[in-house]
Nanobody
Framework: QVQLVESGGGLVQAGGSLRLSCAAS????????MGWFRQAPGKEREFVAR????????YYADSVKGRFTISRDNAKNTVFLQMNSLKPEDTAVYYC????????????WGQGTQVTVSS
């Protein structure tokens, strides 16, 4: 059974930083692309960042490019999202998700972690 467990969310002031982690189990982690998504109250879930299975390729939403960095440690089955220069509009529940190989269909999702940025 695949499990994705996010951690690292919290309350931070604008301009601050947070590092989210997502620990994966029940899958061959190194064969999965990993993504971060977020959903703010009253809004649809949106893509934030993606990293390929090997870690060589990364992709970002324009809204976070230059501020967020996605990375992974395949030895620890963990993907990270370093978030710097946080803005109030970054407030959302952040989810990690797994997609097999180079697929962009995410079949497995975590339960989410709340990030709140105060102004």
């Amino acid at each position: 059974q695949v499990q994705l467990v996010e951690s690292g969310g919290g309350l931070v002031q604008a301009g601050g930083s947070l590092r989210l982690s997502c620990a994966a189990s029940g899958l061959t982690f190194s064969r999965y692309g990993m993504g971060w998504f977020r959903q703010a109250p009253g809004k649809e879930r949106e893509f934030v960042a993606r990293i390929g299975a090997s870690g060589a390729d990364t992709y970002y939403a324009d809204s976070v490019k230059g501020r967020f960095t996605i990375s992974r440690d395949n030895a620890k089955n963990t993907v990270f999202l370093q978030m710097n220069s946080l803005k109030p509009e970054d407030t959302a529940v952040y989810y990690c998700a797994a997609a097999f190989s180079s697929s962009v269909t995410y079949d497995n999702w975590g339960q989410g972690t709340q990030v709140t940025v105060s102004s």
